[in-house]
Nanobody, 118 residues
C-alpha cells in the first residue's frame, strides 16, 4: 500500500520558520521525482518546489525562492521543505507529491496545514 504522510505544519508568526516532512512508503522512493504543492483557500493548487530523484536538481516557485529549501533523504524515504521568512501569503495546505516517470505512477499525500499570522 502506497502512502505519503506530511507532518510539521502549524501556526507561526510572520518571519518565522517551519520544516515540513513527508514520509513515503509502498513505492521506490529513490526513483520518484518529489514535489511540494500548496493550496490556499479559494485558489488553485500550485507547485512550490521539486527535487530530482537523487536530489541533485531542485526548482522553486518564484514566490518562495530564497526562503524555502526542498531536500530529500533516500535512505529514509523522506522529503523535506524548510520554510524560512514565512509570510501570511504562504498560508495554505501543503501537499507532498511523487511521480515516477518510468511507471507514470503518481501519488499525493493528505496535506498539512500551514498558517502564518501577521
Amino acid at each position: 500500500q502506497v502512502w505519503l504522510v506530511e507532518s510539521g505544519g502549524g501556526l507561526v508568526q510572520a518571519g518565522g520558520s517551519l520544516r515540513l516532512s513527508c514520509a513515503a512508503s509502498g513505492f521506490t522512493f529513490s526513483r520518484a521525482e518529489m514535489r511540494w504543492y500548496r493550496q490556499a483557500p479559494g485558489k488553485e493548487r500550485e507547485l512550490v518546489a521539486l527535487i530530482s530523484t537523487a536530489g541533485g536538481s531542485t526548482n522553486y516557485a518564484d514566490s518562495v525562492k530564497g526562503r524555502f529549501t526542498i531536500s530529500r533523504d533516500n535512505r529514509k524515504d523522506a522529503l523535506y521543505l524548510q520554510m524560512n521568512s514565512l509570510k501570511p501569503e504562504d498560508t495554505a495546505v501543503y501537499y507532498c507529491y511523487a511521480i515516477n516517470y518510468f511507471t507514470t505512477n503518481t501519488y499525493w499525500g493528505q496535506g498539512t496545514q500551514v498558517t502564518v499570522s501577521s
